[in-house]
């Protein structure tokens, strides 16, 4: 099968807006096409995992092209994130994808060799015609209670089909003006990058910088006549909200598409007002390619429950009771998703694969279907009704978080000797963690324990808060009551001022 990469247009207008200039769709199909004789030539071509540890811009765009055209697989990192985590989400792969300013310090980490430098040449060689349906396209990660993110082993034979189907659905074309909101490494990226570009339209790269300035972001918006956004979360959307001059920065959208986030709670507060295009709340776990459902948000919302919608074409729903047998009409259950877009599994993890990949019963055989964690039930109308977690994970600005690696990184502070994690929501409604400690911490300012968990752990993952407790509730089976904590007033344990 070919890759989206075909989908290409092959002319002189602009594929990419960056603040330092354009790139045309020509150009980047000669530099992906470069790229990916450099890593031909050098043995890089199936199953092989290519790590693009590169700045924020185009160049990572180029990257991630060229891995596919050579028939490859990318991983991309964020290189913002500590050494450590660049590490842990590295490992397995091998090759690296880097520029000449990083591959010192991307060396000296131990990356994968060999590093292949952007203005690297080669030969002349034949680039692969195709790939195989169930070639390894890509490895997105999620957090792992083990403390080590569980790399997801994504083929491709649903991400070509997914992403003409979001063309096709979202009527994307020529005309089409999205900006790049997804962080990197997130599955969302893909959708949020390469839909516009297999439309013909132009993908706007922005500095991190901008998208994080209220102010600075508008002003992007209306020099480079956004009208779209793809894969931005809810809790974003809510922050631009109550910004001044929000509705008119707002107004030139003609498609908003959230995901990764309850949606509820931005609908709750009046946002779909904000948005005068189409809204669609997408839903869709990093195991499964990118989207398994959506919902078109109408102009009067039902804000009273958090509605993701029906399937996309090709992906089926099961709900499921914990013995995974169907539940009955209207009743809550699993949702356990099937289709092509089910990822083949978890890197070096067997029993986690085969926990959570199960027999899809109603499939054709040997199908599998991924238990997502998440419960549901089906509307009288049809739509499913998202209904929260089975277990504790945590959604955080649409990551997906095991609180036990955050406890496990905390529990390597000297002074720590219990740790759980629970979560909270502000005013506005965003998610946030909240970490709950024993130990001997009245000299352990909230700073220094951020600085601790900031070596090895993203910032979704550092708690915004840090309760002192004598000690840590039980179950009766003697798990953490994580209910218990959660509902607890904070401990006032030390002044305020001694922990900051």
């Keep these: 099968m070919t890759t989206f990469v075909s989908d290409l247009p092959d002319h002189d207008g602009p594929a990419l807006v960056t603040p330092e200039g354009r790139v045309s769709y020509r150009e980047l199909r000669r530099r992906s096409g470069s790229l990916a004789r450099v890593l031909t030539g050098r043995g890089i071509g199936p199953e092989r995992v290519c790590v693009v540890a590169l700045e924020h811009g185009a160049d990572r765009i180029v990257a991630v092209i060229a891995a596919l055209r050579a028939g490859a697989a990318f991983l991309v990192v964020d290189t913002d994130l500590p050494d450590r985590r660049v590490q842990a989400l590295s490992r397995g792969a091998h090759a690296t994808i880097t520029s000449p300013a990083l591959a010192p310090r991307l060396a000296a980490l131990g990356l994968p060799a060999p590093a292949v430098l952007l203005d690297d040449t080669a030969p002349e060689v034949p680039l692969p015609a195709g790939v195989e349906p169930r070639t390894l396209a890509y490895v997105s990660h999620t957090s792992g209670s083990t403390g080590t993110p569980n790399a997801v082993l994504i083929e491709h034979r649903w991400m070509h089909p997914y992403l003409r189907g979001i063309v096709r659905d979202y009527v994307l074309g020529p005309d089409t003006v999205a900006v790049q909101l997804a962080p990197p490494g997130f599955d969302a990226a893909l959708r949020d990058t390469f839909a516009p570009l297999i439309a013909g339209g132009r993908l706007v790269v922005l500095p991190r910088s901008t998208l994080l ?18 894969s931005v979360t809810p809790s974003f959307l809510s922050f631009l909200a109550n910004q001044p001059g929000a509705a008119a920065a707002l107004g030139g959208l003609r498609l908003v598409a959230t995901t990764g986030e309850p949606i509820r709670p931005f609908l709750v507060a009046g946002g779909r007002q904000l948005v005068p295009g189409r809204l669609i709340n997408q839903y869709g776990p990093t195991e499964c390619t990118m989207t398994t459902t959506r919902f078109e948000v109408p102009r009067e919302p039902d804000t009273s429950r958090d509605v993701i919608g029906v399937p996309v074409d090709g992906t089926a ?17 699993e949702i356990c998703i099937a289709g092509p877009g089910v990822a083949r599994g978890y890197a070096d993890r067997p029993a986690l694969t085969a926990e959570r990949f199960v027999p899809d019963p109603e499939g054709p055989a040997g199908a599998r279907m991924y238990r997502t964690g998440d419960l549901a039930r089906w509307r009288p109308d049809g739509t499913l009704e998202y209904l929260g977690r089975r277990d504790h994970q945590i959604k955080i600005r649409g990551y997906r978080i095991d609180p036990g690696e955050v406890e496990g990184t905390l529990l390597t502070h000297p002074a720590v000797t219990g740790a759980a994690i629970t979560a909270s929501a ?27 968990l900031a070596q090895t752990l993203p910032p979704h993952m550092i708690p915004r808060r840090f309760h002192r407790r004598d000690h840590l509730p039980t179950t009766r089976t003697g798990k953490v009551d994580r209910l218990a904590l959660a509902s607890a007033p904070d401990a006032p344990d030390h002044p305020e001022g001694t922990r900051r």
Aim: overall charge negative; cysteine-free.
């Design 213 to 230: 300035r209220p102010a600075e972001f508008f002003a992007a918006l209306a020099a480079y006549h956004v009208n779209t956004m793809l």
């Design 426 to 452: 502000d005013e506005q409604g965003r998610t946030h963690l909240v970490a709950h400690l024993t130990g001997a911490l009245s000299d352990v300012a909230d700073g220094a324990l951020r600085t601790h």
């Design 317 to 333: 729903v099961r709900l499921v009771t914990a013995d995974i047998e169907p539940v009955a009409a209207g009743a809550a259950g």
